[in-house]
Protein backbone atom coordinates (compact mmCIF):
# COMPACT_ATOMS: atom_id res chain seq x y z
CA UNK A 1 0.00 0.00 0.00
CA UNK A 2 1.11 3.41 -0.86
CA UNK A 3 0.62 6.97 0.34
CA UNK A 4 1.24 8.89 -2.75
CA UNK A 5 -1.08 11.49 -4.36
CA UNK A 6 -1.90 9.45 -7.39
CA UNK A 7 -2.76 5.73 -5.60
CA UNK A 8 -5.76 4.76 -7.40
CA UNK A 9 -5.59 6.45 -10.31
CA UNK A 10 -4.63 3.60 -12.92
CA UNK A 11 -8.78 2.14 -12.16
CA UNK A 12 -10.94 3.52 -14.74
CA UNK A 13 -13.74 4.14 -12.85
CA UNK A 14 -12.32 6.79 -11.02
CA UNK A 15 -11.47 8.37 -14.19
CA UNK A 16 -15.15 7.70 -15.33
CA UNK A 17 -16.37 9.12 -11.62
CA UNK A 18 -14.24 12.93 -12.03
CA UNK A 19 -15.55 13.01 -15.63
CA UNK A 20 -18.72 12.52 -14.30
CA UNK A 21 -18.02 15.23 -12.04
CA UNK A 22 -16.62 17.54 -14.27
CA UNK A 23 -19.61 17.17 -16.88
CA UNK A 24 -21.82 17.59 -13.75
CA UNK A 25 -19.96 21.36 -12.51
CA UNK A 26 -19.90 22.29 -16.23
CA UNK A 27 -23.83 21.76 -16.52
CA UNK A 28 -24.60 23.41 -13.53
CA UNK A 29 -22.59 26.64 -14.73
CA UNK A 30 -24.63 26.18 -17.66
CA UNK A 31 -28.01 26.04 -15.64
CA UNK A 32 -27.52 28.96 -13.64
CA UNK A 33 -26.73 31.12 -16.71
CA UNK A 34 -29.60 30.25 -18.49
CA UNK A 35 -32.04 30.00 -15.37
CA UNK A 36 -31.97 30.71 -11.68
CA UNK A 37 -30.47 28.93 -8.23
CA UNK A 38 -33.83 27.24 -7.99
CA UNK A 39 -33.55 25.53 -11.50
CA UNK A 40 -30.39 24.06 -10.84
CA UNK A 41 -31.36 22.67 -7.70
CA UNK A 42 -34.24 21.11 -8.97
CA UNK A 43 -31.87 19.92 -11.80
CA UNK A 44 -29.34 18.73 -9.39
CA UNK A 45 -32.22 16.56 -7.25
CA UNK A 46 -33.09 14.62 -10.63
CA UNK A 47 -29.57 13.40 -11.19
CA UNK A 48 -30.55 11.98 -7.72
CA UNK A 49 -33.14 9.92 -8.65
CA UNK A 50 -31.28 8.84 -12.06
CA UNK A 51 -28.54 7.62 -9.78
CA UNK A 52 -30.63 5.96 -7.80
CA UNK A 53 -33.26 4.40 -10.25
CA UNK A 54 -31.17 3.79 -13.20
CA UNK A 55 -27.21 4.25 -12.03
CA UNK A 56 -27.26 1.68 -8.75
CA UNK A 57 -29.32 -1.07 -10.72
CA UNK A 58 -26.74 -0.89 -13.10
CA UNK A 59 -23.55 -1.07 -11.74
CA UNK A 60 -25.04 -3.41 -8.83
CA UNK A 61 -27.01 -5.31 -11.14
CA UNK A 62 -29.95 -5.66 -8.83
CA UNK A 63 -33.34 -3.53 -8.89
CA UNK A 64 -34.81 -1.59 -6.27
CA UNK A 65 -36.99 -2.74 -3.90
CA UNK A 66 -36.46 -1.06 -0.53
CA UNK A 67 -39.75 0.73 0.22
CA UNK A 68 -37.80 3.09 2.48
CA UNK A 69 -35.25 4.03 0.27
CA UNK A 70 -37.44 4.70 -2.75
CA UNK A 71 -40.15 6.82 -0.58
CA UNK A 72 -36.84 9.36 0.39
CA UNK A 73 -35.34 8.97 -3.04
CA UNK A 74 -38.56 10.49 -3.87
CA UNK A 75 -39.09 13.32 -1.50
CA UNK A 76 -36.74 15.09 -3.18
CA UNK A 77 -38.56 16.09 -6.40
CA UNK A 78 -41.68 16.23 -4.49
CA UNK A 79 -40.02 18.66 -2.12
CA UNK A 80 -38.92 21.11 -5.46
CA UNK A 81 -42.23 20.92 -7.23
CA UNK A 82 -44.13 22.34 -3.76
CA UNK A 83 -41.64 24.77 -3.89
CA UNK A 84 -42.21 26.06 -7.22
CA UNK A 85 -45.87 25.10 -6.41
CA UNK A 86 -45.74 27.49 -3.91
CA UNK A 87 -44.12 30.55 -5.74
CA UNK A 88 -46.04 30.71 -8.43
CA UNK A 89 -49.02 30.84 -5.87
CA UNK A 90 -47.18 33.39 -3.76
CA UNK A 91 -47.17 35.72 -7.01
CA UNK A 92 -50.26 35.27 -8.03
CA UNK A 93 -51.29 36.38 -4.50
CA UNK A 94 -48.72 39.70 -4.74
CA UNK A 95 -50.38 40.93 -7.73
CA UNK A 96 -53.63 40.80 -6.30
CA UNK A 97 -52.63 42.81 -3.44
CA UNK A 98 -52.83 46.45 -4.04
CA UNK A 99 -49.65 48.38 -3.72
Known amino acids: CSNAF ?3 WGDWWVLIALAVNVLQGW ?3 VVIRQ ?3 VERAVAQGTTLLA ?3 VGDPLLNGS ?3 NLT ?3 IALIVPLSTVLY ?3 VSEMQRVMTLIPA
Open 6 to 8: WVG
Open 84 to 86: NIA
Open 35 to 37: WST
Open 51 to 53: IYF
Open 69 to 71: LTL
Open 27 to 29: LTG
Open 63 to 65: SVF
